[in-house]
T-cell receptor
Framework: AQKVTQAQTEISVVEKEDVTLDCVYETRDTTYYLFWYKQPPSGELVFLIRRNSFDEQNEISGRYSWNFQKSTSSFNFTITASQVVDSAVYFCALRPPHSGNTPLVFGKGTRLSVIA | SAVISQKPSRDICQRGTSLTIQCQVDSQVTMMFWYRQQPGQSLTLIATANQGSEATYESGFVIDKFPISRPNLTFSTLTVSNMSPEDSSIYLC?????????????FGEGSRLTVL
C-alpha cells in the first residue's frame, strides 16, 4: 500500500527564518515518483517539484530545496529565508510507476504560516 | 504546463440539490482526475475520466452520486448529486501532461462548495 505521512500539521515561523517540512512515505514499489505541491489560500494547487525514485540528488531552486533520502523514505522540503508569501498548505505526494489511471497519494498537508 | 479553468469557483447550495462543476483545459489531455478536499483535509481521488470511456471511480465513490462526463479531450464535468452538508468541500480537476506516472499533474483552482 502507498502512504504519505506529513507529521507536522501546522508550523509558524517568523519571516526570514528557515523552515523544513517533513515528508515520509511508504511504498513497496522500487520505482515511484514523489511530488510537492503548494496550496495558497486561493485554493489552487501549485506544482513545485517531481522526483524520480532513482534520482537521489538533492535539488535547489531559489529559496527552495529538497532532500530525498531513500534509505529513510523521506523527501523533506526546506524553505530558506521564508517570506510571508510562502504561507500556504504544502502537500507531499507519491505516485506509483504504472502508467494508466494511477492517482497521486497525498499526505495530509502541512500548514505553514510565515509571520512578518 | 496546462491552464485549467473550473466553474463555478464557489457556490452555496441547498441540501438535496445537485450541482455540476465544469473543467476546461487549454490543451488536449488523455486523463483527467477529479479530487475532493474536505475542510482541513488532504485530497482524495474521486474518479479518473478518460475520453470515450466510463469514468473509473475510487472506493467509496459511486457514479450515482458523482456522475462524470468527458465529451472531448479538453473538457469534463463532475456533478455532485443530492447534496448534503457532508459534501461541502473543494472539488479539484487535475490533468496529466507527459508520459506515464512521471508526468506532471496540474490542478485547477478548485470549486468550493458549501451545502446548507
Amino acid at each position: 500500500a502507498q502512504k504519505v505521512t506529513q507529521a507536522q500539521t501546522e508550523i509558524s515561523v517568523v519571516e526570514k527564518e528557515d523552515v523544513t517540512l517533513d515528508c515520509v512515505y511508504e511504498t513497496r514499489d522500487t520505482t515511484y515518483y514523489l511530488f510537492w505541491y503548494k496550496q495558497p489560500p486561493s485554493g489552487e494547487l501549485v506544482f513545485l517539484i517531481r522526483r524520480n525514485s532513482f534520482d537521489e540528488q538533492n535539488e535547489i531552486s531559489g529559496r527552495y530545496s529538497w532532500n530525498f533520502q531513500k534509505s529513510t523514505s523521506s523527501f523533506n522540503f526546506t524553505i530558506t529565508a521564508s517570506q510571508v508569501v510562502d504561507s500556504a498548505v504544502y502537500f507531499c505526494a507519491l505516485r506509483p510507476p504504472h502508467s494508466g489511471n494511477t492517482p497521486l497519494v497525498f499526505g495530509k498537508g502541512t500548514r505553514l504560516s510565515v509571520i512578518a | 504546463s496546462a491552464v485549467i479553468s473550473q466553474k463555478p469557483s464557489r457556490d452555496i447550495c441547498q441540501r438535496g440539490t445537485s450541482l455540476t462543476i465544469q473543467c476546461q483545459v487549454d490543451s488536449q489531455v488523455t486523463m483527467m482526475f477529479w479530487y475532493r478536499q474536505q475542510p482541513g483535509q488532504s485530497l482524495t481521488l474521486i474518479a479518473t475520466a478518460n475520453q470515450g470511456s466510463e469514468a473509473t471511480y475510487e472506493s467509496g465513490f459511486v457514479i450515482d452520486k458523482f456522475p462524470i462526463s468527458r465529451p472531448n479531450l479538453t473538457f469534463s464535468t463532475l456533478t455532485v448529486s443530492n447534496m448534503s452538508p457532508e459534501d461541502s468541500s473543494i472539488y479539484l480537476c487535475s490533468v496529466e501532461k507527459g508520459r506515464g506516472a512521471g508526468g506532471e499533474l496540474f490542478f485547477g483552482e478548485g470549486s468550493r462548495l458549501t451545502v446548507l
